[in-house]
């Protein structure tokens, strides 16, 4: 009797979960549909799901008129100059925190996490008015730092919980056997952490390329990533939806990609540490 309910339990779950995840997937399924249809089909009412005239003339019309690699490529620098950056910042920092903390560590990493609920446009003066003065709008470092700067509260957070599994004796033991601070980092704590660390790279990769609000306002033409490529799709003759659902296909199909093949890593690290 037990064993069945625990299979009908299983069975609901599972059903549950399948349709949690069609409900998150459908908006991009959609969208990847809407990309092989025509503009007319785009806005028909009532909507074709998969019966219409499938046609590959949206992507044809993106790659003439943009230069999608140019995009790709400035996604990339954004988001993995973010990202290395960011951990070589947040692993010494969240090794400090999980390993010498102080009575007012929780107030740091509180703090650190605050800022995240800041209004971003309630800075953004501010950084414009810098980055122009310094000469640097526009650029790869400017938008390196900042998506740096609005990621690095969660990189730390996610590392300092992994640090915290981690048994202190193990570094002990290092420290008795001579290895100095910056051995201990590298060659005790690291190893050890690498699905922490490993989820943690995946996510603020994945933080920084679907960053919009920053890199829209912070960039015009040299270092404009996909988010820009996407919004050059709305012109003020209206939205062309069909070449619009093309444009974000392009956009997001590097890190749908990505995340895939990286699925398994991502949910060990983001599990590491829960079960004991």
Same mark, same amino acid.
């Given at each position: 009797?037990?064993?069945?309910?625990t299979?009908?339990?299983?069975?609901?779950?599972t059903?549950?979960?399948?349709?949690?995840?069609?409900?998150?997937?459908?908006?991009i399924?959609?969208?990847?549909?809407?990309?092989?249809?025509?503009?007319?089909?785009?806005?028909a009412?009532?909507?074709?799901?998969?019966?219409?005239?499938?046609?590959?003339?949206?992507?044809?019309?993106?790659?003439? %008129?943009?230069?999608? @690699?140019?995009? +790709?490529?400035?996604?990339? #620098?954004?988001s993995?100059? =973010? $990202?290395?950056?960011?951990? !070589?910042?947040?692993?010494?920092?969240?090794?400090?925190m999980?390993?010498?903390?102080?009575?007012?560590?929780?107030?740091?990493?509180?703090?650190?996490?605050?800022?995240?609920m800041?209004?971003?446009?309630?800075?953004?003066?501010?950084?414009?008015?810098?980055?122009?003065?310094?000469?640097?709008?526009?650029?790869?470092?400017?938008?390196?730092t900042?998506?740096?700067?609005?990621?690095?509260?969660?990189?730390?957070?996610?590392?300092?919980?992994?640090?915290?599994e981690?048994?202190g004796?193990?570094?002990?033991?290092?420290?008795?056997?001579?290895?100095?601070? %910056?051995?201990?980092? @590298?060659?005790? +704590?690291?190893?050890?952490? #690498?699905?922490?660390?490993? =989820? $943690?790279?995946?996510?603020? !990769?994945?933080?920084?390329?679907?960053?919009?609000?920053?890199?829209?306002?912070?960039?015009?033409?040299?270092?404009?990533?996909?988010?820009?490529?996407?919004?050059?799709?709305?012109?003020?003759?209206?939205?062309f939806?069909?070449?619009?659902?093309?444009?974000?296909?392009?956009?997001?199909?590097?890190?749908?990609?990505?995340?895939?093949?990286s699925?398994?890593?991502?949910?060990?690290?983001?599990?590491f540490?829960?079960?004991?």
């Open positions: 009797m037990a064993r069945a309910v299979n009908r339990r299983k069975a609901i779950t059903a549950a979960a399948w349709i949690v995840g069609l409900l998150i997937f459908f908006p399924l959609w969208t990847i549909l809407t990309s092989f249809k025509t503009e007319a089909e785009a806005i009412d009532p909507p074709s799901f998969l019966f219409f005239n499938w046609t590959l003339e949206n992507y044809a019309v993106v790659q003439e %008129r943009s230069n999608y @690699l140019r995009f +790709l490529w400035n996604s990339v #620098v954004l993995v100059g =973010s $990202t290395i950056v960011g951990i !070589i910042i947040a692993v010494p920092a969240a090794w400090s999980a390993f010498v903390p102080g009575r007012r560590t929780k107030d740091v990493l509180l703090w650190m996490l605050s800022t995240k800041l209004p971003a446009v309630g800075v953004l003066f501010p950084i414009v008015l810098i980055a122009r003065t310094l000469g640097i709008f526009d650029s790869y470092i400017l938008l390196i900042v998506l740096t700067l609005i990621n690095l509260p969660i990189i730390v957070w996610m590392l300092y919980t992994y640090f915290r981690i048994p004796e193990i570094l002990e033991a290092a420290r008795m056997d001579g290895a100095s601070l %910056r051995e201990e980092i @590298l060659y005790v +704590l690291t190893p050890m952490a #690498v699905p922490g660390i490993a =989820s $943690t790279v995946l996510l603020n !990769i994945i933080l920084a390329w679907n960053e919009a609000f920053w890199t829209l306002n912070l960039t015009t033409v040299k270092a404009a990533p996909l988010t820009a490529f996407i919004a050059s799709y709305s012109s003020p003759e209206g939205l939806y069909a070449k619009l659902s093309a444009a974000s296909t392009m956009a997001i199909a590097p890190i749908l990609i990505l995340g895939w093949f699925q398994k890593q991502l949910v060990r690290g983001l599990t540490g829960a079960v004991k």
